[in-house]
């Protein structure tokens, strides 16, 4: 076989949950950071919404941009959130996030364009865009310590832009990092986009993991219509990530666009997921608000823990539920390769990281990645587990 997904790499975050599953099998205790889901079921009223729309043999397909509640209703909660202006027909519900991303990408890269990509990031868009036979344009992120963390570098964004460039890329808040970009610095990504004609793919699927002020959806920005296609769903908000529901939103001729690449990829999201989607999005919100509660309490445990590991630096995640703490002094002490030391707390302690670099080139080299999504006793006893590890192999360092 060959064809331009022949050299497409796999998300690692699952590779990894392969090895840990492994270690679990032979009885090892493993403590998982690696998921990139709440660990919190689908809430009671959402599920018994979807049991309905099975009893009632709502099993058919539907209209392929979703059904019209489910589209009235993102349209609601955007506008009521953001004041977006959102009409439910310029809303496309999808087979998750991912598929709305892949959408994008397709129905506006080909061969020989370029995507802005700000590094470390999500793999999926670079590597749909290869997919594509287009070419991502890696930026990396600006480190700026543990005080302030990583920052969008606006002007070697700028900078990249060519006559290929057809796209820019904006998570936020972000993955893997857990930073928020400022107002300002979404404005600065929209002006360019403005100036060079070009869309930017503004994925905002952890708009309700916000623990600090400084978010603004790019959805509240005036004339968004004419430069973003915005990705979001409910996977995490709800803790929906085997529903499969996502949407983009964008103009309505682009959504008319790529409605006519969706029927004929999957003709449309799952029935039972819509209803359970539209009684999600009703509400009650508490169950939400509570979880995001929860996580901010996990976020601060994982980050008090782990600012007690020598050598590791800490910026404190503002948003999403991860963590991506600089580990570079540890490696530069132990002569380890950043993928060398997530397998060595995996086999030595049981502990699941993820190397920096799966996001997805050089940006994340010396970084790794920790997802907070499982209870504060278990982040307290497996970051501990990585401090007394650390404390070893230094410790060995200096006796050798
Ligand atoms: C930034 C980002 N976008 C999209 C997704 C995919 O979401 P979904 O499960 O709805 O496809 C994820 C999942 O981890 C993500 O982190």
Not at 97 to 125: M, N
Not at 137 to 151: A, D, M, N, Q, Y
Not at 266 to 281: D, K, M
């Amino acid at each position: 076989m060959r064809s331009v997904i022949t050299g497409l790499r796999g998300e690692a975050g699952f590779l990894y949950i392969a090895k840990a599953r492994e270690l679990a099998r032979r009885g090892v205790d493993v403590i998982s950071f690696g998921v990139g889901q709440p660990d919190i079921p689908t809430f009671d009223h959402i599920i018994e919404e979807g049991k309905r729309a099975l009893e009632e043999k709502f099993t058919g397909y539907t209209e392929t941009a979703g059904i019209p509640e489910l589209r009235e209703a993102i349209a609601e909660y955007l506008n009521t959130r953001y004041q977006a202006g959102v009409k439910p027909d310029e809303v496309l519900a999808t087979t998750g996030a991912k598929t709305a991303i892949f959408l994008a990408v397709a129905a506006y890269l080909g061969p020989g364009d370029e995507v802005i990509v700000p590094e470390p990031s999500y793999p999926a868009y670079p590597e749909t865009a290869r997919a594509m036979g287009a070419r991502p344009v890696f930026i990396p992120l600006k480190w700026r310590g543990p005080e302030h963390g990583f920052e969008l570098d606006v002007e070697a964004i700028e900078k990249a832009v060519t006559e290929r460039t057809k796209m820019i890329v904006l998570t936020n808040p972000h993955n893997p990092t857990g930073a928020l970009f400022g107002p300002e610095q979404v404005e600065a990504v929209l002006e360019i986009a403005r100036k060079h004609g070009l869309v930017v793919l503004a994925d905002e699927i952890y708009d309700n993991f916000v623990y600090e002020g400084g978010f603004r959806s790019i959805l509240t920005f005036s004339g968004w219509k004419d430069h973003v296609l915005y990705v979001n769903g409910h996977s995490k908000t709800f803790s929906m990530t085997g529903w499969r529901l996502g949407y983009l939103v964008a103009a309505k001729p682009v959504i008319e666009r790529i409605k006519r690449l969706a029927v004929n990829v999957y003709s449309c999201p799952p029935s039972i997921s819509q209803r359970a989607g539209v009684a999600a999005l009703k509400g009650p919100w508490e169950p939400v608000e509570k979880m995001v509660e929860e996580f901010r309490r996990r976020r601060d445990a994982v980050v008090e823990e782990l600012r007690r590991v020598p050598g590791f630096e800490v910026a404190v995640p503002r948003g999403a539920f991860y963590v991506f703490p600089r580990v570079a002094k540890v490696l530069e002490e132990t002569g380890m390769s950043t993928e060398e030391f997530v397998d060595h707390l995996l086999y030595s302690r049981g502990v699941v990281t993820l190397p920096g670099t799966v996001f997805p080139e050089k940006a994340g080299e010396g970084f790794i990645r920790l997802s907070y999504a499982i209870s504060v006793e278990r982040i307290r006893e497996g970051v501990g587990r990585i401090r007394e590890e650390v404390e070893k192999l230094l410790a060995e360092k200096t006796r050798r």
